[in-house]
């Protein structure tokens, strides 16, 4: 109706706030041939600091995925939050889709930026693209920390039944809502506990302000990741990496975590964190804080125990 507030363009104001008062700003760089990125960056970024690289999944932008990390992070770290494109405000003219492409677009970002070298942190889809960035500017990155990115997974998993989906376009319809029930079926996929009350006016609103641009594009992405995907065109890459998961992870689950551990051997830490779905930085954020921070800041390995069980490193 018109001149209602709409609460989502409302918090997406405060998170603008919320990443200024922190000490970042808003910037857009122009990569060429058509492409705009934009992101958050330091108002004044500190040489004594190491730098971070913190990518979104599908969704809403950048702010409302990393908003709660980024105050104790800011604290530790220079902090680049850029919007992949077809997020936010950042976009391309170029028809490439790749995961390839985004990471190449993400070490020009940074470069434009003065960024020479940095850890990355990437939730689900930003995962597939830190893993890129990894396997193809390795002395660009210190270490990767990839959060329920099911970036092992193979085209034929689809087909043998081991996800919520039968097909790329029903994946899409669900990581791409159009409709209340569409959006409400992929909270109840991306959390372990979902909002039993989701009104349908929130919903709307929501669907209207962060839904509704580059449809088709984000589309393409996804149909990117799953044609001809084999573990055996993956590369290994070869930084220190710590894999965290949802144990209730229904958009990934939980054995592509094992098959990347299994996929990059002794290189790579594993963490499972109990009670949480696939958006694990939203229902368990202190939890998935303390082990990046144990792993990106401490000296010594990430803080985990082990279920003798079953060999999962369970939080």
């Keep these: 109706m018109a001149g209602c507030i709409s609460f989502t363009a409302t918090r997406d104001r405060y998170f603008r706030f919320s990443f200024s008062n922190a000490g970042l700003k808003?910037?857009?760089?122009?990569?060429?041939?058509?492409?705009?990125?934009?992101?958050?960056?330091?108002?004044?970024?500190?040489?004594?600091?190491?730098?971070?690289?913190?990518?979104?999944?599908?969704?809403?932008?950048?702010?409302?995925q990393w908003n709660d990390f980024?105050?104790?992070?800011?604290?530790?770290?220079?902090?680049?939050?850029?919007?992949?494109l077809f997020f936010g405000d950042s976009h391309t003219a170029r028809p490439d889709r790749s995961e390839?492409?985004?990471?190449?677009?993400?070490?020009?970002?940074?470069?434009?930026?003065?960024?020479?070298r940095s850890s990355v942190v990437g939730i689900s889809y930003g995962g597939f693209?830190?893993?890129?960035?990894?396997?193809?500017?390795?002395?660009?990155?210190?270490?990767?920390?990839?959060?329920c990115a099911g970036v092992c997974f193979e085209e034929k998993d689809l087909d043998e039944g081991m996800f919520q989906v039968k097909s790329v376009d029903e994946a899409a319809e669900l990581l791409l809502p159009q409709t209340p029930e569409k959006l409400r079926q992929l909270l109840r996929l991306a959390f372990a506990k979902p909002a039993k009350v989701l009104p349908t006016c929130f919903l709307t609103d929501y669907i209207n302000v962060m839904c509704t641009e580059y449809v088709q594009?984000?589309?393409?992405?996804?149909?990117?990741?799953?044609?001809?995907?084999?573990?055996?065109?993956?590369?290994?890459?070869?930084?220190?990496?710590?894999?965290?998961?949802?144990?209730?992870?229904?958009?990934?689950?939980?054995?592509?975590?094992?098959?990347?551990?299994?996929?990059?051997?002794?290189?790579?830490?594993?963490?499972?964190?109990?009670?949480?779905?696939?958006?694990?930085?939203?229902?368990?954020?202190?939890?998935?804080?303390?082990?990046?921070?144990?792993?990106?800041?401490?000296?010594?390995t990430p803080t985990v125990y082990k279920n003798r069980s079953n060999g999962l490193y369970v939080a």
């Design 26 to 64: 808003s910037t857009t760089t122009d990569l060429g041939h058509g492409t705009i990125m934009h992101c958050w960056a330091p108002k004044a970024h500190k040489y004594s600091k190491p730098n971070l690289v913190l990518l979104h999944g599908f969704g809403a932008n950048a702010m409302w």
């Design 70 to 84: 980024l105050p104790p992070l800011k604290r530790r770290f220079n902090v680049y939050v850029p919007d992949l």
């Design 100 to 116: 390839a492409f985004q990471a190449q677009c993400v070490a020009a970002l940074l470069q434009a930026h003065g960024v020479r």
């Design 129 to 147: 693209v830190a893993y890129s960035l990894a396997a193809q500017f390795p002395e660009r990155v210190e270490k990767v920390v990839l959060c």
């Design 217 to 300: 594009e984000r589309k393409e992405l996804i149909e990117a990741l799953y044609k001809d995907r084999k573990l055996s065109n993956l590369p290994k890459i070869t930084q220190p990496t710590l894999i965290i998961w949802g144990e209730k992870d229904l958009v990934f689950p939980i054995e592509l975590a094992h098959r990347l551990k299994r996929h990059l051997g002794e290189n790579a830490d594993i963490v499972v964190i109990k009670k949480a779905g696939h958006a694990v930085n939203v229902e368990k954020a202190k939890e998935m804080y303390k082990h990046l921070r144990s792993f990106l800041i401490d000296s010594t």
